[in-house]
């Protein structure tokens, strides 16, 4: 049924599949065909779907198009408009032509979610793990285990793509080495390269190339011309209208006087004055003496002029590209190396300039930040420590003046007996004691259990633990329960949570207990084997994590 | 002598010390006299005697190893705390004498049984000292508690003070060996944690032996110092537990066989009740830790507002479907 929402782009009638009539509809998101007399589309195919779509060639009697989907099944329609000459050919041409344009845009966006989600999975072994864990085995579902991820990242990663633009290099002008070319001739040799440089700088030499190749001239020709043209040697004189070029030069020269006239946007900059003033002659108040004009000089300032602009062209086309980028986002474009803010913001501009030539930070008096100062009522409960759990011992004051008497009395005739100090039986009994395995020695057999057990069955508890910390984070995030959809979520995760632990859990503890605690028969915890009562500590973590999860479910669900 | 079953040999693994540096062993011996005293009413065959006789094995023993090795040691009495040795006329390494040297240094008769002359004269000196402190005692009723702070606080200094003392060229590797016979005293708890973290900073160990009940605080100092506790089960192998275990420097620990690391008991107290917890609420202004949750912090009297979750009553009109209630039971 197709959906009232839906629009319908394109309706073809009198098109035919497997020998029934029909007539076949574009909408925004699939193609549907429905035979005649029925209005339930018996065929519907996403645009998703489709990889590609083929047509009969010209000239063949029947006018067909085949769509071809990503699992490999074919649909062919038969175009058949017998009243019109040549309906059914641009019948079929319409529809591919529709499709041909709407298909790329499906298959980039799905495609781009997979690429997407392929290249996390490559990334991270972790997560590619937690995958194969998880949904290879069909304890949650696919798009529960994306549901988080998939938000976060790619947007990010579309802005990261976009790849940096090579700028333009300013001496590009002096790689055209002119080669002689045997008797007065010079020959230019011009890359691609070059000439995109050129393009991009002089806007004004893309567009003359435009207009005029290759209609009226070749290519070579207008290089040729734009070589011989004054534009392009030094001295730009212009030498009459016939010359392609001399718009250009003209062009050229007032963009030149526009990007003086707007200046930089700093007052403490005055791109004009160019001559050196001190204060020194008239206080500054004698006005400088304008330079007599003379032919060299007026030279100089054109080669100058001349290299200023090519200066600027060449920043100026970096900054359009980006401009070009940045339209839809900002209203305030910047050209030219200024940022050119619109009239609201120039005052404070010029504020930070100046201030920021003024001021230097470190100069400054520090801002420490204000603080509140702690209030404390009760200082003295942070001078005491906790008290000793045992009690202490009471000794009354009889015993004190006994024991104290009884030393002293020792201690005055003490006399050191080194060599008497200990007996061999005795140090041998302490020397059992602080072997391995003796009394002193309890605690190091754990640090062994990370050589014991083999690395391959540590990988695997690490992916059960990483599996089961996923499923309980999708469990406790439904908490607080407060719509349907999350009790939802809970019972399942629930079902999720019980299967985990029936489908990998209970193999796991029955093949370590097969393979590793085999040799003893009896199987308490009490055992003296510390291989065995470590792990029972591990799986016992790893399923008291379920049994508790469990339980508080249960205790919380009415 | 005793063989060691993990040789240490000269160059085999680990860093072997340079010959510039100098290793300092301050032992600091609690000879609290009313539990020394109550072991001879005890009559156990281990006295105060006998644990003098260890140390100075002990500290003789340092002394041998290297001749870059000193050593320091504090008697830590119920009413002071006092250098054992060196001598408060002693003068590193000298037998300097001064005019106003005291009655034994100029009456020393040198040894009697060839032992090397530092070690005797050092014995003779810790020997005259201790009798001296332990017939000073005084009977005093409410101080039996060892003075550990003191003690501990009086070896940082003299360690702080060798270091100096040095040249350049030496470094200074030092280490306290505490050796406790009485329990901890709760009086003295945030000196010796302040003890405790300037040990930490200045890099310097803090071992413990104990011989009678386990200590907390020992075994917070050692576990965040980088040291050694050990509780010991037969106090007459003493020397035997000194030598095996806090005799070898902190390099040449790691080659050896050792007794392995104490669970420590880090739990706070609460500030109200003062019993250790392991769950308890913070006060975020003060912090200040209590067992049970109260509005109003005692300390900084701040109050707290804590969102509970909305209770939703069951409405008693016609039940549509049951609301949820929210409270945990």
């Known amino acids: ?558 | 002598m005793c063989q060691r079953r993990t040789g240490v040999r000269a160059g085999s693994g680990g860093s072997m010390a340079a010959d510039e540096d100098i290793s300092l062993l301050v032992i600091v011996v609690d000879v609290n006299p009313v539990w020394w005293g109550q072991q001879i009413l005890k009559e156990s065959t281990f006295t105060l005697s006998k644990c003098m006789d260890a140390v100075l094995v002990m500290g003789n023993s340092h002394l041998v190893m290297s001749r870059n090795n000193r050593l320091a040691m504090i008697a830590s009495h119920s009413q002071e705390s006092r250098f054992l040795y060196p001598g408060k006329q002693w003068k590193t390494g000298s037998f300097a004498e001064s005019s106003e040297s005291s009655s034994a240094e100029s009456s020393w008769s040198g040894s009697t049984d060839g032992k090397y002359e530092l070690l005797a004269f050092g014995n003779d000196i810790v020997t005259e000292e201790i009798k001296d402190l332990m017939a000073k005692t005084e009977v005093r009723a409410h101080l039996t508690e060892t003075l550990l702070a003191g003690s501990l606080a009086k070896a940082l200094c003299y360690i702080h003070k060798v270091n100096k003392e040095l040249d350049a060229s030496h470094e200074l590797k030092s280490r306290i060996l505490v050796i406790q016979a009485a329990e901890d005293s709760a009086a003295q708890y945030m000196n010796v944690m302040n003890i405790i973290f300037a040990a930490q900073k200045q890099n310097i160990l803090i071992d413990a032996c104990v011989l009678d009940s386990e200590s907390g605080l020992l075994q917070q100092a050692a576990d965040i110092t980088g040291g050694l506790y050990l509780k010991i089960p037969q106090l007459l192998a003493l020397t035997q537990y000194l030598l095996w275990v806090f005799l070898p420097d902190p390099e040449q620990r790691s080659q050896l066989v050792l007794p392995p690391h104490v669970h420590v008991d880090y739990r706070a107290a609460c500030f109200c009740h003062r019993n250790l917890i392991e769950i308890g609420y913070v006060c975020s202004v003060c912090l200040s830790i209590f067992c049970n949750f109260s509005p109003i912090c005692t300390t900084c009297e701040t109050a707290f507002r804590i969102a509970l979750p909305p209770v939703l009553k069951a409405k008693k009109k016609k039940p549509r479907h049951p609301t949820l209630n929210y409270l945990a039971n």
């Not at chain 1, 010209?58 to 058949?80: C, M, N, P, R, S």
């Not at chain 1, 010079?186 to 995109?196: A, G, P, Q, V």
């Open chain 1, 1 to 558: 049924m197709a959906t009232s929402s839906e629009e319908v782009l394109l309706i073809v009638k009198k098109v035919r599949h497997k020998k029934q009539d029909g007539a076949l509809y574009l909408m925004a998101e699939r193609v549907a065909w429905t035979p005649e007399g029925k209005d339930r589309f018996v065929i519907s195919h996403m645009y998703a779907d489709i990889r590609c779509q083929k047509i009969s060639p010209e000239g063949k009697a029947k006018v067909q198009l085949q769509l071809i989907l990503h699992t490999g099944d074919t649909t062919i329609f038969h175009f058949t408009n017998e009243n019109i000459a040549n309906a059914p050919a641009k019948d079929r041409d319409a529809a591919k032509d529709l499709l041909q344009q709407l298909l790329p845009k499906f298959k980039k966006k799905a495609n781009k979610e997979l690429e997407e989600k392929n290249r996390m999975l490559q990334e991270d072994p972790v997560l590619f793990q937690l995958y194969k864990d998880l949904v290879v085995s069909q304890v949650i579902s696919a798009e529960e285990f994306w549901a988080n991820r998939l938000t976060g990242n790619s947007m990010d990663n579309s802005v990261s793509n976009n790849k940096q633009d090579i700028g333009i290099s300013a001496a590009f002008l002096a790689d055209i080495r002119p080669q002689t070319d045997g008797c007065n001739g010079l020959r230019y040799n011009l890359t691609s390269d070059i000439i995109e440089s050129i393009f991009r700088t002089y806007p004004a030499v893309k567009q003359k190339y435009a207009e005029n190749v290759p209609h009226d001239m070749t290519e070579k020709e207008f290089w040729t011309r734009f070589f011989q043209s004054h534009y392009f040697h030094r001295d730009r004189i212009n030498a009459g209208s016939k010359d392609l070029f001399s718009e250009c030069a003209r062009i050229d020269e007032k963009g030149l006087k526009t990007l003086v006239s707007q200046g930089v946007n700093n007052p403490l900059v005055d791109l004009t004055s160019l001559e050196d003033k001190s204060l020194g002659e008239g206080y500054g108040s004698s006005s400088a003496q304008s330079s007599s004009k003379s032919n060299k000089e007026s030279s100089n300032a054109a080669i100058i002029r001349r290299f200023n602009h090519h200066s600027a062209m060449v920043l100026a086309a970096v900054l359009r590209k980006q401009e070009m980028h940045n339209d839809q986002n900002s209203e305030n474009s910047s050209t030219d190396g200024n940022s050119r803010d619109s009239d609201f913001f120039q005052p404070p501009v010029k504020k930070v300039k100046l201030q920021e030539a003024i001021e230097y930070e470190d100069l400054g008096e520090k801002n420490s930040k204000k603080t509140v100062a702690l209030n404390l009522k009760k200082a003295d409960r942070y001078f005491h420590g906790p008290t000793p759990v045992q009690s202490q011992h009471y000794a009354s004051s009889q015993d004190i003046i006994n024991s104290v008497h009884c030393i002293r009395q020792e201690m005055a005739n003490y006399n050191p007996r080194l060599t008497q100090v200990l007996s061999s039986s005795v140090a041998s009994s302490a020397l059992t004691d602080l072997s391995p395995g003796g009394v002193l020695m309890q605690g190091g057999t754990s640090q062994a259990i990370n050589q014991m057990v083999p690395s391959d069955v540590q990988m695997e508890l690490k992916h059960l633990h990483v599996a089961v910390a996923e499923l309980l984070r999708h469990f406790w995030s439904c908490f607080p329960i407060n719509t349907p959809f999350l009790e939802e979520k809970v019972g399942k995760m629930m079902n999720n949570l019980e299967r985990f632990q029936m489908t990998k859990l209970r193999p796991f503890r029955e093949k370590l207990q097969k393979l590793y605690i085999s040799t003893n028969t009896r199987l308490d915890p009490e055992s003296r084997c510390p291989l065995h009562k470590d792990f029972n500590v591990i799986l016992q973590h790893s399923s008291t994590f379920m049994v508790t999860t469990l339980k508080t479910y249960s205790s919380l669900v009415i």
